[in-house]
């Protein structure tokens, strides 16, 4: 048997253990970062092998890789599940053995050894090296599911039984607990896990997969043997994979013999450290309905969730607003919420919870200025939420009813509440959630905000069969391969065979006309979607018939090959010749934004400090995207030395170097890389005023051609080079000058008039807001915009008062009548309805119901207001409003006492005699 078991952050306890290292372990990986923010929809992992090694398993691996190479790997690995498919967040604290961090050690083979050597090596390290009791331990299996045609895996019962294993501790489960899949489509299969009954002594069998504390699993070995397709069927695999887990918190448990993961020397010092900064009693362990006020909750989610922020914080993780950084957010403002609330500890006291933090998981990095930063913004959101909260509740007639969705949504959206987080304020009223609703919102939201998928990626079955059939890999050296002439770039067409074309389904020799498909050809001049610049545009010609165009509309790589997908203008085949010519102005402006991304890394750690981090990067043709670490919001002055440093560059004019190096060589040049990066060996090189290296046989000449370049925002830049950045900060500055030129030259006589400016004003605002221009100059044009509004904002109010004062007028006319209808000359809804409330309020018996005759729209306006619990209650005002906007042919809403409402009409008297009418009848019944 060959194992290695190696763990990074051990216990006290667990590191007087011998580690056990046997030969013939060709790998050992390291630990990849906790959360994966590159090439996986779940942001939070279970397994993170999964997804440091999902090339492997996807086929997609480059050939050139290192990884490729790998057949059986082993390492001890940094994991955070919370988020995605498999989600731990809201178990912990509420059990004693659910976290969102914990350490794993894992076991891959990739087409080596299968079920029989997993289980073997596992039921071997856990008896004979830890020693522990087999009469105390359960295996399960999968015990097939008829709906999926899928048969129990007999196979690993089998294994067991021959490896020893009682026929009454092999159990056999489903789906649910023993088929293991990555997400909703891809590599997939039956699992076996290992569970330990902390009790012992007796007949646990019943209690395996039950949510019991006391018998739990601790191994899980998973055997990779189907494909999951986007339509739910399985495919088997053409090469079979193991991947194995066991998590060191719960092995520590039963190594120091504790009835609890929060009474080992992994949480111990954490919760000593908890009480004193706390108001509350010491720990107790109490879970359920004995944790009443759930204290002892609160202390395992604060010593879980500054274990989880500790280690992500530390592997450059911050919390944010999208993907990783949005789940470690969410964890932090659940840690603080159970701090500040239940625990009654002063702000700052979950940062400072990290030196302990540090002791028992060491060689972390300084990140408690991280957490207080972001609790003193959150700590703000949440006495804003809990107040928006409590008046909901109040104003619900069912006070243990459904909670809003749309008030659920907004606390996530607007003040960042982690939606378990709402739940679990919620249920500490005795309250739930219009859980429908809400997930009907957070669907519509994930649509909005997800682009189309493609349908023509190959999937693992598609590469191996390109593999068998022996089609090379596709040569796309020619994609560098342009020059300079007359300073002018000149990229040259490209002629290529068609090896394969793929359907979305599966090969294929010829597709007909106006189908869809990937091609696969032996060689391309274009640049696929990689290393965050989008993919190069154009078209193909076919020898024989060069007037018939195949537009290229994406290219992306995979496993070695490049696909083009084309709809085809007429047939295609396999052999046939074709001719490839690029979109070089497209080209060409994403070369120009990928050069400035990196001058732009190179500007912002000139004017801020070594400590900035790039987070990633896009690239298109309209503008680039750059994404960076930074403690607080660059200053006006920070961003005008960043944009002058990148202009220098820009005018000094100086060559840009690029060569192809191996990956190895490349580390060893000193310059500025993407954090945690994956680069491709061999990587290309690109350097602005220094050649690559002495050893470089080929230097090419590229002269500079930014023009301009603009800052567009903070943390997240976006950018624009050449003519563009120019003659977008001109045009809104130039909006904005004529704006104040006209409210500076006369003040708006009429009210329709002031009302077209402030929504001009509104507009002009959101142009400022939106549009790419420097950030320097956005924050200038924004302080002159909100001065442009409080003048619109008063000339408005002081036209709206002016037009109120007919109160005094109508009053005379009517007398103390106890109906009042009539009609007022305005244009605003908002001038109807506030005469309509000064005349309730003079009148305060009166049911009050005027009319106006919009000039520019032609519409009436419509409002009245109908006083509560007089002697006209069996009138309405909601009821009011709707018959006599209907009358008019448009609508109304509102309530009982205030309504309001538009139609249309030319006899506004008719209208006013048609409304009285209608409330005298009301009145009368």
Partial sequence: ???????????????????????DWPHASSSSPEIETRSWVLVAKWYVFVFQFKPILLGTVDPRSPMASYRRVANSQKCVRAGGKHNDLDDVGRDVYHHTFFEMMGSWSFGDYFKEEACQMAWSLLTEHYGLPVDRLYVSYFGGDAAFGLPPDDETRQIWLEIGVQANRILPFGLKENFWEMGDSGPCGPCTEIHYDHVGGRDGAALVNNDTPDLVEIWNLVFMQYNRELDGSLRPL???????????????????????????????????HIHQVSCVDIY?????????????????????????????????IHPGMSGAELVLRRILRRALRFCVEVLQAPQGSLAGLVPTVTHILPAFFQIMDVINENEAQFLSSLQQGSRLIHRTLNRMENKHGLFPASVAWSLHRDLGFPLDLVDLVLEERGVRVDREELDRLISENHKSQSG????????????????????????????????????????????????????????????????????????????AEQGGQSHDQGYFTRNGSKDVVYPVDAVEQVGGYVVHHVTTSECLKTGDQVELHLDQVNRLSCMVKHTATHVLNFALRKVLGPSIQQRGS?????????????????????????????????????????????????????????????????????????PVSELLNDQTDKQTSYSMFSLCGISRIVAVTGRDARELGQAVA??????????????????VSAHCLAKEVGILSDAVDNTPIPQWQRRDLQNQLKVLQRTTNTTVRKLEVREVRLTEALLQKHGKKDILVDSVDTDSLSVVMKTVNQLSTAAPNAVVMLL??????????????????????????????????????????????????????????????WAEQFAVQKIQR
């Avoid at 048997?1 to 030969?23: A, D, G, H, T």
């Avoid at 500054?306 to 592997?315: F, G």
């Avoid at 598609?462 to 040569?475: A, D, F, I, K, M």
């Avoid at 944009?643 to 060559?655: G, H, L």
């Fill in 1 to 23: 048997m060959y194992f290695i078991v190696v763990f990074c952050f051990c216990s006290v306890f667990f590191v007087e253990l011998p580690i056990v290292v046997l030969q």
């Fill in 238 to 272: 053409p090469q079979c994979s193991v991947d194995t887990g066991m998590g060191l918190e719960r092995l520590v448990r039963i190594l120091q013999n504790k009835t609890s993961n929060y009474d080992t020397d992994l949480f111990t010092p954490l919760l000593d």
């Fill in 284 to 316: 107790g362990g109490r879970k359920g309905s004995s944790d009443q006020e759930k204290v002892d909750m609160a202390y395992r989610v604060v010593a879980d969730h500054i274990r989880t922020l500790s280690v992500c914080i530390a592997d450059g």
């Fill in 452 to 527: 189309p998928q493609s349908q023509l990626s190959l999937d693992i079955l598609s590469l191996s069969e390109l593999q068998r059939l022996g089609v090379p890999h596709t040569n796309d050296s020619l994609k560098y391969q342009y020059s300079l002439d007359r300073d002018r770039y000149v990229f040259p067409a490209c002629c290529a065979v068609i090896l394969a074309l793929y359907d979305g389904h599966s090969l294929r020799s010829e597709v007909s006309e106006g189908q869809r498909c990937a091609v696969i050809l032996d060689r391309t001049c274009f640049y």
């Fill in 618 to 690: 896009h690239v298109s043709a309209e503008r680039l995207r750059f994404d960076f670490t930074t403690k607080v919001s660059l200053s006006v002055s920070q961003l005008q030395q960043v944009e002058s440093c990148v202009m220098d560059v820009i005018s000094a004019n100086q060559r840009v170097y690029s060569e192809e190096l191996p990956l190895l060589s490349a580390k060893t040049i000193s310059g500025l890389r993407t954090v945690d990066e994956v680069y491709p060996d061999p990587v290309r090189v690109v350097s602005v005023g220094i």
């Fill in 734 to 751: 130039q909006d904005v000058d004529s704006l104040s030129a006209r409210l500076a030259g006369s003040t708006p006589s009429s009210l």
């Fill in 852 to 913: 106006a005759h919009q000039v520019h729209s032609g519409k009436v306006l419509c409002a009245c207001q109908v006083p509560k619990g007089s002697a006209s209650s069996s009138l309405l005002a909601s009821d009011w409003a709707v018959a006599v906007c209907q009358h008019l042919g448009g609508g109304a809403g509102g309530n009982a006492v205030v309504a309001q409402g538009t139609g249309s009409s030319d006899n506004i008297i008719e209208v006013l005699r």
